[in-house]
């Protein structure tokens, strides 16, 4: 009797320790890029606990880095867009965001008059017609245009936002510390908050995340769109594109000169948003008709 | 052992007072009190119990906190005319205005702690520590001068009250330096804040040369007028000596900051209205309405009256040197700049959004109890430090061994 | 004999190939074929071929050709001969799965552009793994082919509409 009840003494000391431990553990992290590859594991195997921990799923959270060679662009034919925002949706299943109190899309798309394409000032975002497109109307997609010189990453005051080798804007979710200067900063409306925990239906977890794309992610912080690192650094579509119905976006790696992207950029007549802020954004809109 | 019996007696000291002083920080504790509950709401809920969105993601926390700012740096500008005019003597006013202006930062650094959204990652922040990312982030250079300011601040104040209670004469090179040292910085803090929100392309109501210049003109409307209010109730219930003239040579000073102030403004009203392009939104937002949202219009047109008012009272001698009149206007020009700099120069910065939406944001009851409870709290610590302060100056806290201190024909003996 | 029988295997070697037509061919999904409706051979086998242009009224009255109608009718896409094949103008056949090649005869500038990616949908892995092309036919129903407008997904919530929490 007495050895059982020491022995559950134990146990239990030993589970309230790690748990508190694993939290301390938490709050010490370190930057994502000061971590060594040692580091890294420890952070991704208590994250795993964690996560199962919360959500009763296995995750598997994937590290890999920026390939060599690589600079990913994305294209987005406005003359093919119907505003059906089935992107909006696809991008929230792959990507985990919370759907209720918050509500967080990555993707924004707004619907312009024809006639006046960029005045973003009469801009509709709630429109809800039967169906779309409506008659004289075009509709834009917005999201993270993973600009060459962001200046969200510029004015991060710890540096939880930078921008990777391969062009994709990133947040470490564990070390941004929730000041949203960097939502000031964004001229695209690219970036989101989450104003309280995120709520995401356990059936809809999408499991395949990376630690700096669509793993689950905790109140206050920050997200954005990562060009679905998870998916591009393994040679997939982004899961915007795979929902698109009518095909109207286009990803690629913009130093292969075969691509899609490059192919459209050198043949079609792309602009992107508000060049003249000098953000070199990576997202290049076009008309093919 | 001297610094242990120094520091009992100062907290002994806070404890007991007149009864307007009681019910003071009774009345002060209570706000404090309420805004805690508020507050924990926010920790546990997260920020989605304010009324920021995405669309705004800055309201009356950074309002506060610009304006907060602003005063400190006005504060501690109170020196200059210590020094042209000669005031004698000069300690006195740097050691109050200088607590004015730490108990301002002080309550400006609470308004960022509670506007963040992980505040237990707030080490983070902290250079060497965590990362802070200098010189790139404007913030981050906020945290270190704001932080510089309040140790400088807090220092000088603390540096001259020990030696005044130990009956010394506190050492004119290290004091005199550091003051000097305190008003270019004072300068810096304000134009680093206004950095922060000149620098963002993407806020095109933000991105004008003329915000730096604004604010410092606003600030050295606001700030002196709180020093004023607060020289007069001090000069009632502490018997602190201040000649009137001297009241009127800063609120002269006040007329031409106040003049400036309305003419960077009509500088800013001529040059969106007559351009008019689509950069002219925000501001049309804040002085007409845009697209039937007009929220903030009676808050600026009030502001603006208020700001004008106050100006034609500096600036006519008559109404200057009339005490009431002065105070009146001393608080129309605290407010209106509150108004203008806080709420008006924040909320239309993200109004229309970069995607052309508009979000009219006015702060909830969450928002609005905490930032009493912060003001509450800053209050209550310029409170302690004038209750501590004062007596020091008068000589009636001094140590034992030195009986009356030197300095004394700056107030009147005050029976408790 | 032996010369000739080299002259002929030489002639059929390079000239078959060089003759019949070379057609490019691309990783496409399958053609979204209405159930049970292919081989076509299996009704068409035996049936006696009816070149007149006309509304048909006894099978495929389903279909509204909407498509070039005052131009064209069926039998100028699908070969008479061989309803399992669609049918080139220059006299080719092809299956189904490049049913690309028939669209692009007209639609030209499109073809061009979905060869390259410009144009429709791909899915699947664009390096590293397999990739698919979406058919013509998987978004343009070929007798049919405007898009129709679709039923749009919810807009996102008004900031206002989430206070209260």
Known sequence: MKMMSMGALAALSLGSSSCTQAQMEEFLQKRFREMTEAEKKEVIQRLEETYLRKYGKKFGIST???GSGVLWGYGLDLSRCIGCRR??????KENNQSRINPQLQWIRVVRLKKGSLINLENAEHYYNPETVPEPGFMYMPVQCQHCENPPCV???PVKATWKEPDGIVVVDYNWCIGCRYCMAACPYKGRVFNWSEPNIPADELNTDVHYLGNRPRMKNVVEKCTFCVQRVRNGRYPACVEACPTGARKFGNLLDPSSEIRYLIENKRVFRLKEDLNTEPKFYYFFSA | MEAWIFFKRTVRMVFVGTKAYYLW??????????????YTKQ????????????QVSWGLYIGNFTYLVGVAAAAVLLVIPAYIYHFDPIKEIVVLGELLAASAIIMALMFVLADLGRPDRFWHIIPFIGILSFPNSLLAWDVIVLNGYLVLNTIVPIYILIKTYFGKEPTKNFVIPL?????PWAVGIHTVTAFLYNGLAARPFWNASILAPRFLASAFCSGPAMALIIFQVLRKTAGMKIKNEALFKVAELMAYAMF??????????FKEYYTATIHLAPMQYLFQGLHGHHALVPWIWSAMAMNITAFLIFLIPGTRKNLITLNIGSLLIIVGVWIEKGLGLIVPGFIPDPLGEIYEYLPNINEIAISLGIWAFGLFIFTLFMRIAIPIQRGDFVHSKYGKAAVKRQYERIKP | MKIVSLCLFAIIAFGVPAFAAHHDEYPVSTPPLTEGIFPCSNCHAGMEVNAKRRELKDEHANIKLRHAENDRWCLDCHNPAN????????????????????CGQCHGNIYRDWKVGIHGKRVGYFKGGERLYFLCVNCHNPHDPKFKPLKPEPPPTQPERTYGR
């Open chain 2, 25 to 38: 920080c009774a009345f002060l504790l209570a706000i404090i009190g309420a805004a805690i509950t508020f």
């Open chain 1, 87 to 92: 992107c909006v949706y696809a991008c929230v």
């Open chain 2, 179 to 183: 003051v000097l040292l305190s008003i």
């Open chain 1, 154 to 156: 510029r004015v991060c």
């Open chain 2, 43 to 54: 920790l546990d809920a997260g920020l989605i119990v304010t009324n920021m969105r995405d």
């Open chain 2, 260 to 269: 400036i102030n309305l003419f960077l403004l009509g500088a800013e009203l």
């Open chain 1, 64 to 66: 890999q880095p920026a």
């Open chain 3, 83 to 102: 309803r399992d094949k669609l049918k080139l103008v220059n006299g080719d056949t092809i299956p189904f799965t490049e049913s690309y090649l028939l």
